[in-house]
Nanobody, 123 residues
Framework: QELLVESGGGLVQAGGSLRLSCVAS????????MGWFRQAPGKGREFVAA????????TYADSMEGRFAISRDNAKKTVDLQMNSLKPEDTAVYYC????????????????WGKGTLVTVSS
C-alpha cells in the first residue's frame, strides 16, 4: 500500500478549476507538513504549495498565489489542492509530498512522495 495516493487530476480548459486530493496511510499525519509539487514535461520538479502539520502556516509559489489553495484534514489524513483560473502552463504531473520539516518548500526536504496525478490544461 502506497503511503501517499493522489487523485483528482484530469483535463480542464483554461480558466477552469480542479481539486486534487491526497490521502495518507501509515503516517503519523499531523507530524508532517504536506506539500504539492509539480513537474511539467521536460522540466524539473517544482514547489507549488505547502501546509504545516497544524494548518497554521501555508505557503505558495509566487505564480500560484491567489489561484491555488491548500488545505488538510488531519482526522481524515488528507491534503487537498484547490486550483482555480488554470492556465496551460499549469499542465504537469502533480505530486503529493510529506515532510518532517515544519513547512516543506524544496524537493530536498521531502521525506515521502506520491506517484503523481496528471493535470492537463487546454487553451
Amino acid at each position: 500500500q502506497e503511503l501517499l495516493v493522489e487523485s483528482g487530476g484530469g483535463l480542464v480548459q483554461a480558466g477552469g478549476s480542479l481539486r486534487l486530493s491526497c490521502v495518507a496511510s501509515r503516517l503519523t499525519f499531523s507530524r508532517y507538513s504536506m506539500g504539492w509539487f509539480r513537474q511539467a514535461p521536460g522540466k524539473g520538479r517544482e514547489f507549488v504549495a505547502a501546509i504545516s502539520g497544524r494548518s497554521d502556516t501555508t505557503t505558495y509559489a509566487d505564480s500560484m498565489e491567489g489561484r491555488f489553495a491548500i488545505s488538510r484534514d488531519n482526522a481524515k489524513k488528507t491534503v487537498d489542492l484547490q486550483m482555480n483560473s488554470l492556465k496551460p502552463e499549469d499542465t504537469a504531473v502533480y505530486y503529493c509530498a510529506a515532510s518532517l520539516q515544519r513547512v516543506v518548500s524544496e524537493v530536498g526536504g521531502v521525506n515521502y512522495w506520491g506517484k503523481g496525478t496528471l493535470v492537463t490544461v487546454s487553451s
